[in-house]
């Protein structure tokens, strides 16, 4: 079974300008949800989507979107980009139904880095 | 609300010794727990969980990790550290019931020695 596929894995923006990070989830999860990590703040939630909904929001600006597609893919979007949104964006699956003990299984990531 | 303390923010021992890495959390109600560890430039990778049962729990690459309800705490082990153990480690809990998003610690840096 294929993993979490996120791409790009490396991405180079300058100030102001905005991005959109692609997550492809483990096939049959519906379940994704999309995290930040930095340094500084650790692993920090954005948001969750599940069967082509929002399900569960972090406490990002408005400048962090998302969106899921009917084959459970999902895509990410930030606009008008900062220095301090330099960071791993991490896509996570997750069956996303039934009981909440199952694990998330997580990509490797998109390396965003912003000039 | 749930929350999750990882008190060392680096770990470090000696190849072959035993390793411990601590969490404690706190949550409503009864709690299901994961270890995940992340390499280099990688996405984390899931451990092992607990759910219920024994509280005792084993899994990949040789780790293991204690439930202590009393203590709400669930430190990850191993019997005799690799170098290649080497890595980022995350503790994370949810509540049985609650939401599918868990939280997460901060993460604990293990460094193992030749």
């Known amino acids: 079974k294929a993993g979490v596929t996120q791409t790009p894995r490396y991405l180079i923006k300058t100030r102001g300008q905005q991005v959109t990070l692609s997550c492809s989830p483990i096939?049959?999860?519906?379940?994704v949800s999309w995290y930040q990590q930095t340094p500084g703040q650790g692993l920090q939630f954005l948001f969750e989507y599940f069967s082509e909904t929002q399900r569960n929001k972090g406490n990002f600006p408005g400048r962090f979107s998302g969106r899921q597609f009917s084959n459970s893919r999902s895509e990410m979007n930030v606009s008008t980009l900062e220095l301090g949104d330099s960071a791993l964006y991490l896509c996570?699956?997750?069956?996303?139904?039934?009981?909440?003990?199952?694990?998330?299984?997580f990509g490797d990531g998109t390396r965003l880095s912003i000039l | 609300a749930q929350s999750v303390a990882q008190p060392e923010d680096q770990v470090n021992v000696a190849e072959g010794n035993p390793l411990t890495v601590k969490c404690t959390y706190s949550v409503s109600g009864n709690p299901y727990l994961f270890w995940y560890v992340q390499y280099p430039n990688r996405g984390l990778q899931f451990l092992l969980k607990?759910?219920?049962?024994?509280?005792l729990v084993k899994g990949s690459y040789g780790f293991e990790a204690e439930f202590n309800k009393s203590q709400t705490s669930f430190h990850l082990k191993k019997p005799s550290a690799l170098v290649s153990d080497s890595a980022l480690y995350f503790c994370?809990?949810?509540?049985?019931?609650?939401?599918?998003?868990?939280?997460f610690g901060r993460g604990t840096s293990l460094i193992v020695h030749p």
């Open positions: 994370a809990v949810r509540a049985s019931g609650g939401s599918y998003i868990p939280t």
């Open positions: 607990y759910i219920t049962g024994d509280n």
């Open positions: 096939s049959g999860h519906r379940s």
């Open positions: 996570a699956s997750s069956p996303g139904q039934g009981t909440s003990n199952q694990p998330q299984h």
